[in-house]
């Protein structure tokens, strides 16, 4: 019993210490926001690399999405309900839950371990305590430009990934369903609304300040003298800290944002 107690207190203490240095993290990135000339270039370089090289995986998970959701609901709706519908399904399974969601997921394994990847090499080599020690800010020139990177572009990824899931699950449906074109737009035109479309972008922003500001943390902790070990570790608590979050927020974003009857 007692080191079941023992236990359960270093763990509290563990997380109250990440809790603490994490926020510390967070109040240092908002505290150099508006020093954007410093930090600027590295940014757009990361939203280039973030937006374009990210965009090939977010469109074949929207596309293949889209797809799977058309089969589905053509196999639940058959004899039983106006085939029309299925617009109506794609588009709000696509823009409310699967793009965002899926979108988040599959980028904290691509962009959140891609960051702490990097920031774990560069705090092995001593890289990150060169910077410091020539009077450079990590935190400006290193985290900023991820964190608001990849905030920026994963709204704009799901974008294109609402489109292709849309147009794919559209495709399917009039291809191999007894759906038209004007049928399947009638289905979405019956139930979309603007707040669907808000409310995905909305989710998108979160789960990418989620995924890149966890990647940062989980990089700047690496220990020096940790080497390839200390760098995997980051890597992997990066991802699985990143899903966790994405699935904790989906479920509180749509608690309190989506109306209810």
């Known amino acids: 019993m007692i080191t079941f107690f023992a236990y359960l207190g270093r763990r509290i203490f563990w997380a109250l210490e990440n809790i603490g240095d ?143 899931g849309v147009l794919s699950g559209m495709a399917m449906a009039v291809n191999t369903m007894e759906v038209t074109m004007t049928e399947f737009v009638k289905g979405m035109r019956e139930t979309f609304r603007p707040l669907d479309a808000y409310f995905g972008l909305a989710k998108a922003f979160t789960f990418g300040l989620t995924i890149t500001t966890i990647g940062c943390y989980q990089g700047f902790k690496v220990k020096p003298g940790s080497g390839a070990e200390g760098v995997g570790a980051a890597t992997t608590q990066t991802v699985v800290v990143s899903c966790l979050l994405i699935l904790t927020l989906d479920y509180l974003l749509a608690k309190t944002i989506l109306p209810t009857k």
């Open 22 to 164: 994490f926020s510390m993290m967070l109040i240092d990135v908002v505290r150099y926001l508006p020093r954007i000339r410093d930090y600027w270039r590295p940014m757009v370089i990361q939203m280039i690399q973030v937006g374009l090289h990210s965009m090939p995986i977010v469109v074949m998970i929207a596309f293949f999405s889209g797809l799977v959701t058309a089969v589905q609901a053509n196999y639940q709706f058959q004899s039983y309900v106006p085939m029309y519908l299925v617009g109506s399904i794609v588009l709000e399974s696509v823009v409310l839950e699967l793009a965002p969601v899926l979108g988040g997921l599959v980028l904290s394994g691509r962009v959140g371990a891609k960051i702490a990847a990097e920031l774990g090499t560069m705090k092995v080599t001593e890289q990150i305590d060169a910077m410091e020690v020539m009077a450079m800010s990590p935190i400006i020139y290193l985290a900023i430009p991820r964190i608001i990177g990849g905030t920026i572009m994963l709204p704009v990824l799901i974008v294109f990934a609402d489109l292709i």
